[in-house]
């Protein structure tokens, strides 16, 4: 985690074609590789959610890998909320639907 100084946190919904698609698998894979921590999961039946944790530059980075999505999704709609940072993740992971 970098110093809290340099810390965002983004709270990131993504509405469309996102279930069934390997959306959250991909998700996940592009916060690895963006060296960012936090979770995603699936909402409802056309919605993923995820919490990212970083650098601005590496979540920036993250929230637009994620609103693009991997090529068999369609992203429709997305909602961008920043946060204080809770510094609470070790790493990236994939949370249980709701």
């Not at 699936?42 to 693009?68: I, S």
């Not at 369609?74 to 946060?83: A, C, F, M």
């Amino acid at each position: 985690m970098p110093d809290a100084i340099d810390a965002v946190r983004a709270h990131i919904w993504v509405t469309g074609r996102v279930q069934g698609v390997g959306f959250r698998a991909h998700v996940e894979f592009v916060a690895r590789q963006t060296g960012v921590t936090g979770w995603v999961r699936n909402v409802g039946y056309d919605t993923v959610e995820a919490v990212a944790e970083g650098t601005r530059e590496k979540v920036e980075q993250f929230v637009e890998l994620m609103k693009q999505g991997p090529r068999t999704s369609r992203v429709d709609e997305s909602r961008i909320e920043w946060e204080d940072v809770t510094g609470e993740f070790r790493e990236f992971g994939v949370k249980r639907s709701v």
